[in-house]
T-cell receptor, first 114, second 115 residues
Framework: AQKVTQAQTEISVVEKEDVTLDCVYETRDTTYYLFWYKQPPSGELVFLIRRNSFDEQNEISGRYSWNFQKSTSSFNFTITASQVVDSAVYFC???????????FGKGTRLHILP | DAGVIQSPRHEVTEMGQEVTLRCKPI?????LFWYRQTMMRGLELLIY????????DSGMPEDRFSAKMPNASFSTLKIQPSEPRDSAVYFC?????????????FGPGTRLTVL
């Protein structure tokens, strides 16, 4: 069985603070892919990153960084120096290697307060 | 490059009416997915196609829902008759391309309101 858990339903931080969104996944496959998507208030789903199970290197893209740890089955997302425009719902997702479908977590709603 | 295109962006209809949602995937993508998003149930996969062929429609709620993909550049999701509980945002996503990338790219969604 595969599952994605985003335990944080809602987070509020003040602008310029760092914030980490947690994602824990379950899968029996050794080959799998992990994703993060952003859904801003305008409603579209924006792809942020994809990681495969064989690449545990952390990734940094501007103020965004991702920490993938197979030992704890986690793929956490950190925003450094948050900005109001980062306010959105963030979804973590999992695709098992032999499957077409993606399983989404329930999302974390992030509020960045000015 | 154009992303996934969905139309209409908003649809308001009355219970019992037929609703047709449209999707144009990214050119060259060979997989297409229809999702529904509600506050109560989150993101649900309704159906997906590979190379225009429906592969898994187990997420389609009931017979009132149907989906087609007559060619590689067009898909429809039809609800007939519509009911208030069908009110949701419907997303289309596509995936594929050279090398078979694994990322699904989403359209802007259609917000459906059934009165």
């Amino acid at each position: 069985a595969q599952k994605v858990t985003q335990a944080q339903t809602e987070i509020s931080v003040v602008e310029k603070e760092d914030v980490t969104l947690d994602c824990v996944y379950e899968t029996r496959d050794t080959t799998y892919y992990l994703f993060w998507y952003k859904q801003p208030p305008s409603g579209e789903l924006v792809f942020l990153i994809r990681r495969n199970s064989f690449d545990e290197q952390n990734e940094i893209s501007g103020r965004y960084s991702w920490n993938f740890q197979k030992s704890t089955s986690s793929f956490n997302f950190t925003i450094t120096a948050s900005q109001v425009v980062d306010s959105a719902v963030y979804f973590c997702a999992l695709r098992q290697g032999g499957d077409d479908k993606i399983i989404f977590g329930k999302g974390t709603r992030l509020h960045i307060l000015p | 490059d154009a992303g996934v295109i969905q139309s209409p962006r908003h649809e308001v209809t009355e219970m019992g009416q037929e609703v047709t949602l449209r999707c144009k995937p990214i050119s060259g993508h060979n997989s297409l997915f229809w999702y529904r998003q509600t506050m109560m149930r989150g993101l649900e996969l309704l159906i997906y196609f590979n190379n225009n062929v429906p592969i898994d429609d187990s997420g389609m709620p009931e017979d009132r829902f149907s989906a087609k993909m007559p060619n590689a550049s067009f898909s429809t999701l039809k609800i007939q008759p519509s009911e208030p509980r069908d009110s949701a945002v419907y997303f289309c996503a596509s995936r594929g391309g050279a090398g078979g990338t694994d990322t699904q790219y989403f359209g802007p969604g259609t917000r459906l309101t059934v009165l």
